[in-house]
Protein backbone atom coordinates (compact mmCIF):
# COMPACT_ATOMS: atom_id res chain seq x y z
CA UNK A 1 0.00 0.00 0.00
CA UNK A 2 1.59 3.02 -1.24
CA UNK A 3 2.24 6.05 2.15
CA UNK A 4 0.01 8.81 1.89
CA UNK A 5 0.35 12.59 3.43
CA UNK A 6 -1.26 13.00 6.72
CA UNK A 7 -5.26 14.37 6.65
CA UNK A 8 -4.90 18.04 6.53
CA UNK A 9 -1.00 18.30 5.43
CA UNK A 10 -0.22 19.03 2.09
CA UNK A 11 2.13 19.15 -0.99
CA UNK A 12 2.55 22.30 -2.84
CA UNK A 13 3.81 20.97 -6.11
CA UNK A 14 5.70 23.22 -9.17
CA UNK A 15 2.80 25.36 -10.69
CA UNK A 16 1.17 26.43 -7.00
CA UNK A 17 4.73 26.91 -5.26
CA UNK A 18 5.77 29.53 -7.58
CA UNK A 19 2.24 31.41 -6.58
CA UNK A 20 3.51 30.79 -3.01
CA UNK A 21 7.16 33.00 -4.16
CA UNK A 22 5.07 35.63 -5.38
CA UNK A 23 2.93 36.11 -2.54
CA UNK A 24 6.10 36.05 -0.32
CA UNK A 25 8.14 38.28 -2.21
CA UNK A 26 5.38 40.74 -2.47
CA UNK A 27 5.07 40.93 1.38
CA UNK A 28 8.62 41.28 1.77
CA UNK A 29 8.76 44.17 -0.61
CA UNK A 30 6.14 45.91 0.84
CA UNK A 31 6.92 45.05 4.65
CA UNK A 32 10.49 46.21 4.02
CA UNK A 33 9.23 49.90 2.12
CA UNK A 34 7.44 49.73 5.53
CA UNK A 35 10.42 49.62 7.46
CA UNK A 36 9.66 46.02 8.21
CA UNK A 37 12.49 43.13 9.45
CA UNK A 38 11.75 39.32 9.12
CA UNK A 39 12.25 37.64 12.46
CA UNK A 40 11.97 33.24 12.44
CA UNK A 41 10.74 32.20 14.86
CA UNK A 42 10.55 28.03 16.04
CA UNK A 43 7.53 25.70 15.59
CA UNK A 44 7.88 23.97 18.51
CA UNK A 45 7.14 25.85 22.04
CA UNK A 46 5.93 25.54 25.55
CA UNK A 47 2.50 25.08 25.30
CA UNK A 48 2.22 27.55 28.82
CA UNK A 49 2.89 30.04 25.59
CA UNK A 50 -0.01 30.17 24.17
CA UNK A 51 -2.41 29.00 27.10
CA UNK A 52 -1.46 32.46 28.61
CA UNK A 53 -1.58 34.21 25.49
CA UNK A 54 -4.54 33.04 23.46
CA UNK A 55 -7.26 32.46 26.84
CA UNK A 56 -7.83 28.83 28.13
CA UNK A 57 -11.46 29.76 26.71
CA UNK A 58 -10.48 30.26 23.24
CA UNK A 59 -11.37 27.18 20.54
CA UNK A 60 -7.68 27.22 19.77
CA UNK A 61 -6.50 25.81 23.34
CA UNK A 62 -9.27 23.76 24.19
CA UNK A 63 -9.37 22.09 21.11
CA UNK A 64 -7.28 22.23 17.92
CA UNK A 65 -3.56 22.87 19.44
CA UNK A 66 -1.31 19.70 18.45
CA UNK A 67 0.26 19.13 22.11
CA UNK A 68 2.41 16.40 23.86
CA UNK A 69 4.57 15.87 26.16
CA UNK A 70 8.49 15.20 24.56
CA UNK A 71 10.99 12.83 25.84
CA UNK A 72 11.92 14.92 28.50
CA UNK A 73 8.09 15.72 29.75
CA UNK A 74 8.06 18.99 29.31
CA UNK A 75 4.61 19.85 27.52
CA UNK A 76 5.28 21.58 23.82
CA UNK A 77 2.91 22.28 20.95
CA UNK A 78 3.46 23.35 17.87
CA UNK A 79 2.69 27.13 17.00
CA UNK A 80 -1.38 27.42 16.11
CA UNK A 81 -0.09 30.91 15.16
CA UNK A 82 2.75 33.33 15.41
CA UNK A 83 2.28 36.87 17.75
CA UNK A 84 2.70 34.67 20.92
CA UNK A 85 6.28 33.21 19.59
CA UNK A 86 6.87 36.44 17.84
CA UNK A 87 6.23 38.04 21.39
CA UNK A 88 8.22 35.39 23.32
CA UNK A 89 11.51 36.15 20.98
CA UNK A 90 10.78 40.01 21.52
CA UNK A 91 10.94 39.35 25.85
CA UNK A 92 13.52 36.84 25.67
CA UNK A 93 15.91 38.68 23.87
CA UNK A 94 15.30 41.52 25.56
CA UNK A 95 14.49 43.31 22.01
CA UNK A 96 12.86 46.34 23.60
CA UNK A 97 16.12 47.02 25.96
CA UNK A 98 17.48 48.53 21.94
CA UNK A 99 14.34 49.96 20.85
CA UNK A 100 10.85 49.39 22.31
CA UNK A 101 9.26 50.30 19.02
CA UNK A 102 9.86 46.56 17.27
CA UNK A 103 8.64 46.45 13.61
CA UNK A 104 8.57 42.53 12.74
CA UNK A 105 7.30 40.02 9.89
CA UNK A 106 7.01 36.63 9.45
CA UNK A 107 6.03 33.86 7.12
CA UNK A 108 6.20 29.66 7.84
CA UNK A 109 3.91 26.90 9.20
CA UNK A 110 0.93 26.82 11.84
CA UNK A 111 -0.37 24.13 12.87
CA UNK A 112 -4.50 23.75 14.08
CA UNK A 113 -6.05 20.32 14.74
CA UNK A 114 -9.84 21.31 12.79
CA UNK A 115 -11.45 19.96 9.73
CA UNK A 116 -10.07 20.28 6.82
CA UNK A 117 -12.19 22.42 4.18
CA UNK A 118 -11.06 24.70 1.34
CA UNK A 119 -8.21 27.48 1.93
CA UNK A 120 -7.84 25.72 5.57
CA UNK A 121 -5.87 22.94 6.41
CA UNK A 122 -4.12 21.41 9.44
CA UNK A 123 -0.76 22.40 8.69
CA UNK A 124 -1.63 25.79 7.45
CA UNK A 125 1.03 28.91 6.46
CA UNK A 126 0.55 32.53 7.54
CA UNK A 127 2.74 35.69 6.87
CA UNK A 128 2.28 38.07 9.79
CA UNK A 129 3.41 41.44 10.64
CA UNK A 130 3.91 42.62 14.70
CA UNK A 131 4.81 46.54 15.80
CA UNK A 132 5.58 47.15 19.28
CA UNK A 133 5.78 50.31 21.55
CA UNK A 134 3.59 52.73 19.77
CA UNK A 135 0.25 53.72 21.66
CA UNK A 136 -0.40 56.47 18.75
CA UNK A 137 -3.47 55.73 16.04
CA UNK A 138 -0.59 56.56 13.90
CA UNK A 139 0.54 53.14 14.18
CA UNK A 140 -2.96 51.45 13.38
CA UNK A 141 -3.69 53.47 10.33
CA UNK A 142 0.01 52.83 8.90
CA UNK A 143 -0.84 48.66 9.84
CA UNK A 144 -3.72 49.15 7.92
CA UNK A 145 -3.07 51.02 5.05
CA UNK A 146 0.26 48.82 5.04
CA UNK A 147 -2.14 45.78 4.76
CA UNK A 148 -4.18 47.11 1.68
CA UNK A 149 -1.02 47.87 0.08
CA UNK A 150 0.03 44.77 -0.04
CA UNK A 151 -3.04 43.28 -1.69
CA UNK A 152 -3.34 45.72 -4.48
CA UNK A 153 0.14 44.91 -5.48
CA UNK A 154 -1.20 41.79 -5.84
CA UNK A 155 -3.31 42.85 -8.33
CA UNK A 156 -6.50 42.14 -6.11
CA UNK A 157 -9.42 44.39 -5.93
CA UNK A 158 -10.69 42.25 -3.02
CA UNK A 159 -10.57 41.39 -0.06
CA UNK A 160 -11.86 44.43 1.76
CA UNK A 161 -11.03 45.55 4.74
CA UNK A 162 -13.61 45.77 7.74
CA UNK A 163 -12.54 47.38 11.44
CA UNK A 164 -13.77 47.67 14.84
CA UNK A 165 -12.72 48.58 18.57
CA UNK A 166 -13.27 45.96 21.50
CA UNK A 167 -12.50 48.42 24.09
CA UNK A 168 -9.87 48.01 26.77
CA UNK A 169 -9.73 46.04 30.02
CA UNK A 170 -11.45 49.82 31.37
CA UNK A 171 -14.65 49.47 29.59
CA UNK A 172 -14.76 46.06 27.39
CA UNK A 173 -16.25 44.58 31.03
CA UNK A 174 -19.18 46.66 30.93
CA UNK A 175 -19.75 45.41 27.43
CA UNK A 176 -19.28 42.16 28.33
CA UNK A 177 -22.34 41.89 31.22
CA UNK A 178 -24.78 44.07 28.79
CA UNK A 179 -24.13 41.46 26.06
CA UNK A 180 -24.64 38.39 28.55
CA UNK A 181 -27.61 40.55 29.82
CA UNK A 182 -29.22 40.43 26.58
CA UNK A 183 -28.25 36.75 25.45
CA UNK A 184 -29.28 35.33 28.56
CA UNK A 185 -33.11 34.87 27.00
CA UNK A 186 -32.01 33.87 24.28
CA UNK A 187 -29.22 30.83 25.08
CA UNK A 188 -31.75 28.30 24.07
CA UNK A 189 -30.86 29.52 20.38
CA UNK A 190 -26.85 29.31 20.76
CA UNK A 191 -24.87 26.59 19.24
CA UNK A 192 -23.71 24.08 21.86
CA UNK A 193 -20.16 25.84 21.95
CA UNK A 194 -21.46 29.01 22.34
CA UNK A 195 -23.10 28.35 25.66
CA UNK A 196 -20.39 26.83 26.76
CA UNK A 197 -18.82 29.88 26.42
CA UNK A 198 -21.68 32.34 27.91
CA UNK A 199 -19.93 33.07 31.26
CA UNK A 200 -15.88 33.14 29.97
CA UNK A 201 -16.11 34.21 26.63
CA UNK A 202 -19.48 35.77 25.25
CA UNK A 203 -18.40 37.72 22.60
CA UNK A 204 -17.60 35.07 20.60
CA UNK A 205 -21.32 34.36 19.96
CA UNK A 206 -20.99 37.62 17.87
CA UNK A 207 -19.08 36.03 15.17
CA UNK A 208 -20.34 32.22 15.15
CA UNK A 209 -21.62 31.17 12.02
CA UNK A 210 -24.57 28.56 13.31
CA UNK A 211 -27.64 30.14 12.42
CA UNK A 212 -29.13 29.75 16.10
CA UNK A 213 -26.37 32.56 16.95
CA UNK A 214 -26.78 34.73 14.03
CA UNK A 215 -30.37 34.69 15.47
CA UNK A 216 -29.72 35.14 18.71
CA UNK A 217 -27.15 38.01 18.67
CA UNK A 218 -29.29 40.38 16.20
CA UNK A 219 -29.82 43.43 17.49
CA UNK A 220 -27.16 42.59 20.29
CA UNK A 221 -25.80 45.83 21.89
CA UNK A 222 -22.80 47.08 19.83
CA UNK A 223 -19.16 47.17 21.83
CA UNK A 224 -18.64 50.81 20.08
CA UNK A 225 -21.71 51.87 22.27
CA UNK A 226 -19.58 51.08 25.38
CA UNK A 227 -16.24 52.98 24.30
CA UNK A 228 -14.47 54.56 26.79
CA UNK A 229 -13.64 57.88 26.10
CA UNK A 230 -10.01 57.35 25.55
CA UNK A 231 -10.77 54.02 23.44
CA UNK A 232 -13.56 56.49 21.55
CA UNK A 233 -10.95 59.22 20.64
CA UNK A 234 -8.13 56.57 19.64
CA UNK A 235 -10.85 54.64 17.17
CA UNK A 236 -11.85 57.95 16.02
CA UNK A 237 -8.55 59.09 15.45
CA UNK A 238 -8.06 55.91 13.52
CA UNK A 239 -10.67 56.21 11.13
CA UNK A 240 -9.39 59.72 10.60
CA UNK A 241 -6.10 59.06 9.44
CA UNK A 242 -7.36 55.66 7.45
CA UNK A 243 -9.81 58.81 5.35
CA UNK A 244 -6.51 60.93 4.97
CA UNK A 245 -4.44 59.06 3.26
CA UNK A 246 -7.33 57.07 1.04
CA UNK A 247 -7.67 53.73 2.74
CA UNK A 248 -11.03 52.42 2.11
CA UNK A 249 -13.00 50.73 5.04
CA UNK A 250 -16.21 49.58 6.47
CA UNK A 251 -17.17 49.22 10.28
CA UNK A 252 -17.88 45.99 11.23
CA UNK A 253 -19.58 45.89 14.86
CA UNK A 254 -19.74 42.32 15.15
CA UNK A 255 -16.27 41.54 14.80
CA UNK A 256 -14.76 40.27 17.83
CA UNK A 257 -11.61 37.92 16.75
CA UNK A 258 -10.90 34.57 18.23
CA UNK A 259 -8.22 35.50 20.69
CA UNK A 260 -8.32 37.06 24.12
CA UNK A 261 -5.45 39.25 23.87
CA UNK A 262 -7.12 42.30 21.41
CA UNK A 263 -7.78 45.80 22.42
CA UNK A 264 -9.14 48.73 20.59
CA UNK A 265 -9.08 48.28 17.20
CA UNK A 266 -9.70 44.96 15.27
CA UNK A 267 -10.00 44.02 11.72
CA UNK A 268 -10.12 41.82 8.87
CA UNK A 269 -9.38 41.30 5.39
CA UNK A 270 -12.88 39.91 4.11
CA UNK A 271 -13.46 38.73 0.47
CA UNK A 272 -16.55 36.62 -1.15
CA UNK A 273 -14.67 35.15 -3.82
CA UNK A 274 -14.17 32.29 -1.86
CA UNK A 275 -17.91 31.30 -1.04
CA UNK A 276 -18.82 32.56 1.85
CA UNK A 277 -17.76 35.53 3.36
CA UNK A 278 -14.79 34.40 4.89
CA UNK A 279 -11.64 36.41 6.52
CA UNK A 280 -7.97 35.95 4.86
CA UNK A 281 -6.22 38.36 6.73
CA UNK A 282 -7.29 39.26 10.59
CA UNK A 283 -5.54 41.10 13.69
CA UNK A 284 -5.66 44.18 15.81
CA UNK A 285 -4.07 45.66 18.99
CA UNK A 286 -2.67 43.70 21.60
CA UNK A 287 -1.97 46.24 24.29
CA UNK A 288 -1.18 43.58 27.54
CA UNK A 289 0.17 40.88 25.90
CA UNK A 290 3.84 41.52 26.16
CA UNK A 291 3.14 42.25 30.04
CA UNK A 292 1.35 38.99 30.36
CA UNK A 293 4.14 37.19 29.18
CA UNK A 294 6.55 38.75 31.62
CA UNK A 295 7.98 41.12 29.05
CA UNK A 296 7.72 44.83 29.88
CA UNK A 297 4.65 46.96 29.58
CA UNK A 298 4.60 47.85 26.05
CA UNK A 299 1.63 48.19 22.96
CA UNK A 300 1.67 46.48 20.03
CA UNK A 301 -0.53 45.41 17.23
CA UNK A 302 -0.33 43.02 14.45
CA UNK A 303 -2.21 40.95 11.82
CA UNK A 304 -1.83 37.76 10.25
CA UNK A 305 -2.86 36.08 6.70
CA UNK A 306 -3.75 32.90 5.34
CA UNK A 307 -1.04 31.97 2.66
CA UNK A 308 -3.33 29.02 1.30
CA UNK A 309 -6.24 31.32 0.90
CA UNK A 310 -4.50 34.16 -0.52
CA UNK A 311 -3.24 32.05 -3.47
CA UNK A 312 -7.20 30.84 -3.94
CA UNK A 313 -7.94 34.59 -4.66
CA UNK A 314 -4.80 34.66 -7.33
CA UNK A 315 -6.11 31.06 -8.72
CA UNK A 316 -6.93 32.99 -12.24
CA UNK A 317 -3.53 34.46 -12.51
CA UNK A 318 -0.53 32.52 -14.67
CA UNK A 319 2.70 31.97 -11.86
CA UNK A 320 4.47 28.83 -13.75
CA UNK A 321 8.07 29.07 -14.35
CA UNK A 322 9.41 30.45 -17.69
CA UNK A 323 13.09 30.28 -19.27
CA UNK A 324 14.26 32.66 -20.56
CA UNK A 325 15.76 30.09 -23.63
CA UNK A 326 15.78 26.93 -24.79
CA UNK A 327 18.69 25.42 -27.01
CA UNK A 328 18.35 22.52 -29.54
CA UNK A 329 21.08 21.11 -30.63
CA UNK A 330 22.16 18.06 -33.41
CA UNK A 331 24.85 15.81 -32.93
CA UNK A 332 27.34 15.27 -29.74
CA UNK A 333 29.39 18.13 -30.72
CA UNK A 334 26.42 20.91 -30.99
CA UNK A 335 25.46 19.31 -27.49
CA UNK A 336 28.95 20.11 -25.83
CA UNK A 337 28.58 23.87 -26.84
CA UNK A 338 25.11 23.91 -26.32
CA UNK A 339 26.07 22.53 -22.60
CA UNK A 340 28.33 25.16 -22.36
CA UNK A 341 26.65 28.18 -23.25
CA UNK A 342 23.63 27.23 -21.00
CA UNK A 343 26.08 27.44 -18.04
CA UNK A 344 27.78 30.47 -19.05
CA UNK A 345 24.58 31.94 -19.65
CA UNK A 346 22.80 30.42 -16.17
CA UNK A 347 26.31 32.04 -14.46
CA UNK A 348 25.24 35.28 -16.38
CA UNK A 349 21.62 35.17 -14.62
CA UNK A 350 19.70 33.63 -17.70
CA UNK A 351 17.25 30.65 -17.28
CA UNK A 352 18.08 28.14 -19.48
CA UNK A 353 16.75 24.78 -20.54
CA UNK A 354 18.01 22.27 -23.35
CA UNK A 355 17.76 18.12 -23.34
CA UNK A 356 20.18 16.09 -21.62
CA UNK A 357 20.12 13.24 -24.29
CA UNK A 358 20.92 13.68 -28.22
CA UNK A 359 17.11 13.24 -29.46
CA UNK A 360 15.39 14.51 -32.62
CA UNK A 361 14.87 18.12 -33.10
CA UNK A 362 11.59 17.60 -33.43
CA UNK A 363 11.75 15.87 -29.91
CA UNK A 364 13.47 18.87 -28.49
CA UNK A 365 11.20 22.05 -30.24
CA UNK A 366 8.40 19.97 -28.47
CA UNK A 367 9.93 20.26 -24.81
CA UNK A 368 10.65 23.92 -25.90
CA UNK A 369 7.03 24.50 -26.07
CA UNK A 370 6.05 22.81 -23.04
CA UNK A 371 8.54 25.14 -21.00
CA UNK A 372 6.62 28.14 -22.57
CA UNK A 373 10.65 29.62 -22.98
CA UNK A 374 10.73 32.93 -24.40
CA UNK A 375 13.19 32.38 -26.93
CA UNK A 376 14.86 28.60 -28.98
CA UNK A 377 18.41 28.85 -30.43
CA UNK A 378 18.60 25.94 -32.60
CA UNK A 379 22.67 24.64 -33.34
CA UNK A 380 24.05 22.27 -35.14
CA UNK A 381 27.27 21.69 -38.22
CA UNK A 382 26.30 24.33 -39.80
CA UNK A 383 26.21 26.70 -37.20
CA UNK A 384 28.78 25.40 -35.54
CA UNK A 385 31.05 25.87 -38.87
CA UNK A 386 29.41 29.82 -39.23
CA UNK A 387 29.80 30.30 -35.20
CA UNK A 388 26.25 31.62 -35.35
CA UNK A 389 22.67 30.01 -35.18
CA UNK A 390 19.03 31.02 -35.58
CA UNK A 391 17.71 32.74 -32.19
CA UNK A 392 13.68 32.32 -32.67
CA UNK A 393 11.58 34.89 -30.27
CA UNK A 394 8.53 32.57 -29.79
CA UNK A 395 5.71 34.69 -28.85
CA UNK A 396 6.60 36.88 -31.77
CA UNK A 397 7.28 34.02 -34.35
CA UNK A 398 10.73 36.49 -35.76
CA UNK A 399 14.37 35.15 -35.71
CA UNK A 400 17.64 36.31 -36.25
CA UNK A 401 21.27 35.60 -36.30
CA UNK A 402 23.33 35.54 -32.69
CA UNK A 403 26.47 34.74 -32.22
CA UNK A 404 27.59 31.53 -30.60
CA UNK A 405 28.57 32.90 -27.19
CA UNK A 406 27.25 33.96 -23.81
CA UNK A 407 27.60 37.27 -24.04
CA UNK A 408 25.96 37.77 -27.42
CA UNK A 409 23.18 35.85 -26.49
CA UNK A 410 22.48 37.50 -22.84
CA UNK A 411 22.23 40.23 -24.80
CA UNK A 412 19.37 39.48 -27.35
CA UNK A 413 17.48 37.50 -24.60
CA UNK A 414 17.40 40.08 -21.84
CA UNK A 415 17.08 42.87 -24.48
CA UNK A 416 13.65 40.92 -25.37
Same mark, same amino acid.
Given at each position: ???? $? ?274 ? $? ?8 ? $? ?45 ? $? ?78
Amino acid at each position: MAIT $AVKGFNDILPGEVEKWQYIERTARRIFELYGLSEIRIPILEKTELFCRSIGDATDIVEKEMYSFEDKGENKVTMRPEGTASVMRAFIEHKLYAADPIARLYYMGPMFRYERPQKGRYRQFHQIGVELTGVTAPTVDAQVLTMLSHFFAELGLDEPSLQINSLGCPECRPRYREALKSFLFSRLELLCEDCKRRYETNPLRALDCKSAGCIEATKGAPSMLEYLCADCDDHFSKTKGLLDLVGTRYAINERMVRGLDYYTRTTFEMVTTMLGAQSAV $AAGGRYDGLI $AELGGPKLPGIGFAMGVERVALLLAEKEFARRPDLFIAFMGEEAQGT $AYKLMTDLQRKGASVEMDYEVKSLKSQMRRSDKFNARYTLIIGGDELARGTAPLKNMAAGTQEEVALSAEAIYEQVKKG
